[in-house]
Structure formats: structure tokens, C-alpha cells
């Protein structure tokens, strides 16, 4: 029997040509009965590899390319010892170093145990010596090998049909005589079959940044490094004991990592108590505390609970549910806030357990979305956390649980569309500008797609041949893993040490990240926990202490026990004054929510949940707003869907919604359903779900007699939630936080914006928060040398609180500079500049930054003094050299009279600095137009919000009006169908401006631009407003703004602005000059008073 | 060493090269040094070059050619 020992598959990132599912495929085609999986530096590909083995009746043996000391060895596992060997080998090799990975020989001999040696090829230490003609030196290599692995180490030798080949083999098997280490023969295999040995080629030019036209010893001169036939072997002159060898090596190995069932991580259990019993003890204490005797649901939650903990039992999961409970215990005992979702939250025991915070019962949540009997793997459990703590935790999750059992998972990142055109374009010889515009204009489908295929010719121009071979090489590079990558928050948890499954490498931020992504981890039986940072739970618990220090004599606020209903958060939350809120400040949210004026938690479920894109795509949110006002009836299609569409008026809004109706609708086994919704995810649009109809409709038919017709119909409807939705449990414990934030302000908005510029968990700029946060009576004070700490703080001013920028929110000045500052002034305050440049260590650059942000105003009266003064002492610093210091005492406290006559500063300038150093100008820069653009009866933001209250509104006709501002941010999504949405602010209040497609396209260049004024058709629904855009100017010369992907820096010396009359042309333009120079004349709409 | 590009044939009996013919006349070919494969530039027209170095009773040749035909040529000639 022949093996091949040494094969590669394309998870060895751009060092291989084809799936690790065709390699045991082409072995069976060429009558191989053995193949071994050795990757380079990495494990891979094995999991998907010994299922395609299994699968196929073939010996599956892993392995890895193993570099030790710059040489690159074949290690063979020999059982699961050799395997945790080979893994902690890797290990080591990749925690060493990131760019060249090594392990030391020391380290080899240490971990030898259970493996079979191979030499290696090119990348390994015999084949360069034997090519150089360095014989003793490559002799010298086999006896230190032969001296740690004795009788499991052979010397390799292959094939290729390369020059030089006939006599390397030559010369190794002399060797391997002299020596009596035993030979033996592999393919060192790239690629499957010689079909894919163009993407071996391309692969290998695009790892090492080449052409096809340019030559590198690692590109493959023919295609014979396919999986061969043992005949093909000897027909090259490998010899046959070399041959046999193989096969003696894979009879001895024998290695499963598929186990079949989860092995959870070891819980913390007391003496004499199974997991099964902590588990029921614990949620049945938690039980009597959350379900009383006589509470409304203890008889349904009771029920449940029974029901659920047999379901746990069975799957043998309850392990895995204490040591989430051990997680979240430890957060809490930090006082880290944390909250679990997803779909966690659907169970009673989670709820228990004190994982998720949200009764199942009270939301009518199924247990069925979260886990059941037929659902494989690990139950998934996101946690949220304290985004700024979110480190401690996993930290102390190494801690507890050991660094030789922990490590986070990884992903695999995969060529898509853009970036195989992008590679395939720039390997084939095309200008790495032509290849980023080729890839940029590609959308989702295949390069091959005609669009796509049309798009890349035209940016190519021309009619090269070579364009076929381009779009048929990018197609056929989609889906191949280009690189490994680091999952957002899992964490892999092992009983055992970790290398008996994974090894570990470091990823570019310094993380341990192991080498399978979650479906591998799910296969191999091991637990991965979410743990996921959120900066809104920051803030909430920041503003939270805030608060309570505030009135110490007062019961402390308590988030979790606060009553869910107060009608106040439920106004503010109606009225649209949602900037700042969890979930719910987006423009999208804005402009529903006040259609659906949410006014209790289910009110606000639903609306978090409506705006995504499956409710968007399907049409649905339209259809639940008007049945919630009582704008339309609602109708159900068959008795069973009212059941599961009563609370949502027939609508679907929840994931839960499609399991339960393809379940007892459809009649399909819950397994199925749960395949169903998770399929419906992954679809863009419901065109791509007809090939489920027959299904679907046809169990309908039989399981509940329905009509072929109705089920076709409720098909229709099901197939519109396609693309992601919400869980329902998902979207209420996110609920819980949107009321807590929206509670925070609507209560306690000093403490809640110190917490939100804390943590900056939204969409919005500092500026818009400051001016929110002003609307809101709360003042924002610049950074004060002598009082700003190292967070955003309260500090009373005028018998009011306000909120007082650190010395951290100035940008440029480092945290060092600010503890320091803040520890010295805590000794004693500062007098002067002079004397903070005496006392502190600080470089120009950040004195400067300081100075510009108005942190010595209070000092120095003035930026321009300040300025001056921090020149001069610089020079003379500089100049003074190792004297300096004594220079310096001099020239401290200088005087008035040394102080020549400075100018002032402009208000431009001080918002230009404001906006520089700290983000956040003392007054809005649209407050330095105003006056110009009132005289061209350009509105202040706040006027278009009287419309349908003070002044009329006849949405039949809608007011015009002419409103500019700062570009805050643009968004077209995708299911918008070309429309953009442009928030617009001002000094007085903000606005959502929808741009239509033909209205995006004729102002193209103008909306690009920071600042605009805009000019359309007020739109008034409830409290919420909007502007329908008709004509886009641009306003140059406002300093701020945000740039979007668009524009550019517009800090410009134009100063010219561009303004149009109600019936204005565009020959009807003017340019206006801003500044001191008197307003050019337009048709009609001047002033009188100039 | 030099570098040619001279026209010949080769005759084989299975896969050995027996006879080597260029410029008119043809003589046994005594050894086969070495043979390996060079696949052409997939991009374009895919090639597969078969390469031989022999030796004969004149010389050493290296030959590259296309094994589905007699076509062959001589690439360098070993003084």
C-alpha cells in the first residue's frame, strides 16, 4: 500500500492549489488509500479534510509543515500525543515570531514523542545542501534528526519532472545509504489534480507580490505536483522500498479529532456534586427568588424549566452553562456590566442563571430558537460587555481557566469577488491602479457574472485575450482562504490542553488565536463563548455612577431594577430625541419611530427589530406600522398563523416568527426549520428562495390540509423576511439597554452625555453630541489646565452642572502627558504656562495642541498670549541646551510689559481650533453664517421643526424651504434603492435630507462636499421631520464637518457661497462672498438694509 | 556550453530516445542524462516542453521538444 505523507491544500494560504475535500477525492481516482494533510506552518485544513476522508473511505493522517530554525520539517502525528506535539511545536514556532515562525531544535527534541520525521523538500534542511553539493553538511542534519527521532525519521525524497530532480534523487538515495536513514517517497503535493495547477501558479504569484511573466524559485515549473498514482511514482524512478516506506508509516498512525459530542471546558463544582445537580440547584434557588409563590408565571415558568433542563441534560451541555455563569459572576463581582443575547436569551435557565437579564415568559420567547434535541454544537451564548473592561475579563477567563486552555477563535477569510479580480488582475500583469479599479466597480456575483465580466473589459479597454483568462481565473479563485483571521470576541475554553486540538498563532494585534474558525471549533467538539465588547454598556454604567455620586444621600439608581414603564422616557423616545440612545439614534430609527410611537418595552422590541434589512427588503415595516396605528386591517391567512402573528398583526418581524411558522405552518420538524430560517439569512433577496417553495408548500399541504394556494401565499410572505432579521430575544434584551440609555437621559442628562463622550458607543460626531447635549441644558466647558481630569466629568458653573472635556479629548496630547499633568496640579495648581512648561516634560507639539484647545485660557487670558509665550520659552529651551534649566528660571512669570501688542483671534480661527484639538467648537460654525444666510432666507434647522405645529402643513402640498449645515454623515443602504440619506446640522438642531436617485445624480459633485444648503419639501410625520431634497449647493469656507467617503479636507480660503432664488435657474446663480466684502446683488431676494 | 536553437528528431522505442537526426544525419543516442518537464505559460496557449539532456558519440545535447511529436530541437550544445 502506498500513502502520500506530504500534501498541501489550499488552507495553506495561497501555498496551496486545491480544497482538502479533493485531495481524498483525486486519491481514490488514482487508487491511493492513504493521505496525509500537512499543511504549511498550521493544522488547517484537517478538519474538513478527515470528514472528506471519512466520508470517502479513505486513511486520513495529519501532519504539518513544522519550521524549525528556518528549515521547514514534515511531522507526521502518530496518535493524539504526536498531534499535540506537532501543535505545540507550531505553537512555539508562531508565538517566536510572526513574520518567520521557528521553532528551536531544543524544542523539537523536547516534543518528539509520537511522531514520524520526514526531511522535507525545497523548504526543508537536506534538499539545498544536497543542490549545493554540501553532502556532509546535509549528512551532518541526518544524524542530529536520527539522534531525537531514531527509527521515525526518513529521509524524503520526490519527483517532479524538474531539472535537476534525476540527479537530486540520485544523490539522496546515496545519501540515505551512507547515513541508514531509510528513504521515503511522497509527491509533495500542492495541488489535487493537474487541473488545478494554474491556481497553485496564480496563488504563489500573488503570495509573493509577481507577475506570471516573472520567474521565483517557488513558482512550479510544470503541474506534476498533483496527487499521483503509486505507478506514476516509479515510472519518475522513486525506488520502491521508498515507496513501501509510505505505507509502513500510515499503518502505524492513527489519529480521530472528530469526537462527535461537545467537550466542554471544567466548571468549578463542589465536592460530591455532579454538574447536572450545581446546575438544577442553582436555577431553582434563582427560581423562588424570580418566580415567588402566587407571582403571575411560576406555574408557566416552572413548566418551562423542567423542560428546559431536560433538554440541557440530554444534550450533556450543562457545563457548558455554568462556566457562562462563572464568566458573568465574575463580571458582575467587578462590576463590569455584561449581557447576555442573541439567542441565549429565549431560555429560563439562562434567565436564571443570571446569563440573560429578560424573562422568556413575559416576552413569549422559544426556547426551540436557542436550543433543542436535534440542533448539534455547542449552544451559542453572545456576551456583551463594558467595551473599556471588556480586556480584564479575558484576562481573567486565561487566568481561571489557563493560557493551555484558552485562545481566541479565528476566522477564515476567503477570496470574494474584489479581491480575486483584484489579485488575479495584478498576478496577470495588469497596473496595480487598473486592478483596484477593476475590483472596485465588481459587485457581489461571480466575476464571470455579465455585469461584472462587462465592467472589468471596460475599465481594461481594449480586447485582450488575456481578459478571458482574467474573469475566468478571479471566478475560480472566489471562495479559496486567502489569509487567517481573528473572530470578533469568541473564546475557545478546553478541558484538555488546547494543543491536543488546535495550535495557537498570534494575530496582528498580539492576540493567541487558534487555527480552525467556529464550524471547525463546532466539529471538534469545543466550546466557543462570544465575548464581545459594547460601548453603550460602558456608558450606562459610567453615567450611572456619575449620577449616584451626584446625590449620595439618595437611593442609588440601579439599572437593572428600574421600573420598565415610565411614561416620560416613553415621550422623549416618541418626540424623536433619540441621539445618544442604544439602537435607536440612527435616521432610519428616527424617522419610525415616530410613526410607531412606541410606549412600552414589547412597543419598543418591535421597533428595533423593524428597521433591518429583512423587514426593510420584504416591504414589512410599512404594512406593522399602519395595523399598530389601526390604519389598516389585519388579515391572516390560515388559523394557525394568527397563533404565531397575533402580537405582530400578521406581520413578520422575528427570526422566532419563521421558525414557528415553517415549524406548525409547514409542518416541518424543528431541525428543519432551523435550517430553513438560517438558509433565508444568507439570501439577498426573495427571488433566491423559490427553490424552497416546493417543500414548503407541499408539507403545508400534508402536515395541516392546507390549500395549495393559501400556502403559496404564506410562502410569498415568509420569503419577503428574507436577509438578517432579529430574534425576538435578541432584540429584548437590547431593548433593556435602549430604556436604560433613554431612561439616563431622559433623567439624568448631565450624566448621561459624560458618559456618552466617555465611551462614543454611536454614529455621531463629539460636536453633534455637544450640541445635543446644550439642547438639553447641559453645558460642554473646553479642557482647563487646571481643572479637567482624565475623563469627561461634572464640574458646577453658575449654579448648574456641566460637563468638562479632559485633558485625553485633546488630540495629540497623550494619556502619559495628561496623568502627569493632572497628578502635578493635584499637588499644586498651576500659575502659568511658564511654570507647567518648567514643571511638566512636554514637547512642542503638545504644548501647542494644549494651548490651541483653550486649555491655559483661564491662565493666560488669551490663545494668542498663550501662544506667544509657549514660542519663547521653546527657543529658549532649545537653545539652552543641558543649560536650559537655569534658562528657564529666568525667564518664568514673564511679565505684561515683555508682551508685545498681539492681535486677536477671529471667531473662525478659535472654531478652527476648537474643532482641531478637541473636536468640539465653543459655538457651532454655521453661528458665523447665520446672519449672511438669513439675509437669503436660508433657515435655521429649528424653523423647518415649527412646521405642522406653529406654522401650517398641508402634506399636499408641502412647504419649500432652504436650510444649510454641516454634513454630518451620508448613508445610501442597500435597500434604499439609490436614495441617500444626508443628516444635516446646524447651530440650531439637525435634520434627515433624503436625496432621490435622480436628485443624487444631478448633485453628484455638490453632495460630496462637507457643508451644503439644500433647498426642498418639508415632510412632517408626528414629531419627526424631514426635508425632500430638490436643489444641493455647496457652502464652502464653513470650517467642521464630517467628510464621508466622498470629500475632502474643505479647510479652504474660498469664502465664496452659492445661493438660488424660489423660481431660480441655474443662470439665476451668484456667487456670494462670506467674509467682509459686501454681498454681490441677486434677482429679487435681497434684503432691503444691504 | 553553448546556447542553439538547431531542428532535430528523435526517434523512441516506448519512452527511451534512441536516435537523435539533425542537419541530415542521424546517430544512436548512448545515454540519457537527464529528462524533466516544463509546463508553458497557461495564460496564453498552454504548453507542455518536454526536456532531455543526452549524449552521443559527438556530444552532450540538451534537447527540448513536444513528446506527441518527432519535433524536437537542440537548446544547448556541451563542449
Redesign the interface.
Known sequence: MFAHLHTRSWFSFQAGGSSPEALPEAAVKQGIEAVALTERHGTYGVVRFQRACQQLGVQHLFGAEVPVEGRDLVLLARNREGYANICWLLTQAHLRSREAPAATMAELASANADIFCLTGTEAGPIYPLIDDFKHQEAAQWLHTLHDIFGERLSLEVTHQRRKGDDRRLAYLLQLARQTGVPPVATGDVRFAVPGDYWRYDLLTCARHGITVFDDHPERPSNSMAYLQAEAELLRRGLPKEAIHRAGEIAQMCRVDLIPGHIIPPGTKLPEGTTSVELLKRKANQAFEEKYPPGSANRAAARQRLDKEVNVIVDLDVQEFFLVVKEVVDEARRRGIRCLGRGSAANSIVTYLLGITVVCPIDHNLLFERFLHRGRKGTPDIDLDFDSSRRMEIIEWMEERFGMEHTGMAATIDRYLTKSAVQDAAKALGWPAEMAIQMSKGCGHALPSDQENAAHIRSVAGGDSPLLDVLIKAATNLVGCPRHLGQHSGGMVLTCEPIRYFTPLQVSANGVRVVQFDKDDLEWLGLVKLDVLGLRMLGTVSEATVIANDLTPDEDPIVLDELPLDDPDVYDMICEGDVLGLFQIESPAQQSAGSRIQSRNMQDLIKQISLVRPGPIQGGLMHPFIRRHRGLEKVRYDHPILERILEDTYGVIIFQEQVLEVAHQFAGWSLDQADSFRRLMSKFRDPGEMESMRDGFVQSAMEANDVPEETANRVFDQVSKFVGYGFCRSHAASFALTVYHSAYLKRHHPEAFFAGLMQHRPGMYAQMTLEQDARRHGVLVLVPDINKSGLRFQLEEVEGRLAIRKPLTSVKGVQDSLAEVAVLERELQPFASLEEFFHRIPVDEKQLRALVQSGAFDSLEGSNRTALYKMKVLVQQFEKGGANAQGTLLDTINMRASDLPALPGITLHKRLEWDLATHSGPRVHPMVVLRRRLAYHEVRPISFVQQFGSTLPYDEHKPPITTVAGLVMFRQRPGTAKGTMFIFLEDESGYIQCICRSKCRERFHEELKQSALIIRGRVQVTGPWRGIMVDQVSTLKGVIGGYQGHHGGPTYGRENRVKVFGEAAEQSDVREIEVGAVPLALLPGKRRGGG | MKKRTIRAEVWFDGNHPMILQREGWAEPIQEV???????G????TDT?RH?MTVRTERGTFELCGDRSTRNWVITVVYD
Open positions: 542524462i537527464e529528462r524533466w518537464d516544463v509546463r505559460r497557461w495564460w496564453a507542455q526536456y
